[in-house]
């Protein structure tokens, strides 16, 4: 049940992009982005829901792929304030009300 | 103070103490969360209240026990841990529960938790 989350690093210089997929075994309902940095708490990026269209955050945006249910993050002209932990959290269409995260993809930006 | 605050922001205890972990969040939700993050591990989803009753107990064990007086309050009591329960403890809270575009859900900072 848990999604899978890959790669599980990234290490980027300053303005080159990047791509973090998440897929699950199960039908989802939603896919859930958070980044965390080191020694804060997660914070939001976007929430996607099946059926709906592709969202964008400044440079970063996501998909959701609903025959292969995954979604993929999209950093684009990685900045130094990327770095940090990303999480997806996925809810799926039998067990909504619960989200379940995966394991992380460490993300580091150096200039 | 404003979005989602939690105390004490670390704790260490013994076996057999109790202890309490405080969540108060400043946004008007309806719903709060407590999740476990473990080194290496997944945020782990622990309980979640809707309007102050319990709707999610994700098989957490009954040394954990939780109670939220009111919305704006949640409590995580703890009492005979075990050492594999230290962890980063965060709070979150959402306008309502899951199943919405608009749930996205506002961390605390956590308590990082240890149990000698």
């Known amino acids: 049940q848990q999604p899978v989350q890959s790669p599980q690093a990234v290490i980027l210089r300053e303005g080159e992009d990047a791509v973090i997929n998440c897929s699950s075994s199960k039908a989802l309902y939603s896919v859930h982005w958070y980044r965390q940095k080191h020694g804060e708490a997660p914070v939001f990026l976007m929430i996607l829901l099946k059926g709906g269209e592709q969202k964008g955050h400044e440079k970063i945006s996501a998909s959701f792929n609903e025959k292969k249910q995954q979604s993929s993050l999209y950093l684009t002209a990685s900045q130094l304030s990327y770095s940090g932990t990303y999480f997806c959290?996925?809810?799926?269409?039998?067990?909504?009300?619960?989200?379940?995260f995966g394991t992380g993809t460490r993300l580091q930006v150096f200039p | 103070e404003t979005g989602v605050t939690q105390t004490p922001r670390h704790l260490v205890m013994g076996m057999t103490n109790k202890k309490s972990l405080k969540c108060e969040q400043h946004l008007g939700h309806n719903a709060m969360y407590w999740y476990k993050q473990s080194a290496k591990k997944p945020l782990e989803l622990m309980f979640v209240y809707s309007l102050e009753e319990r709707v999610e107990n994700n098989s957490v064990p009954s040394r954990f026990s939780p109670e939220c007086p009111n919305s704006s309050h949640l409590f995580l009591h703890l009492h005979t841990l075990q050492p594999e329960d230290s962890a980063l403890y965060l709070c979150?809270?959402?306008?309502?529960?899951?199943?919405?575009?608009?749930?996205?859900?506002?961390f605390g900072p956590g308590t990082r938790l240890t149990v000698l």
């Open positions: 959290g996925t809810e799926m269409e039998e067990d909504t009300d619960k989200l379940i």
């Open positions: 979150a809270s959402s306008q309502d529960r899951f199943h919405s575009q608009y749930n996205e859900q506002f």
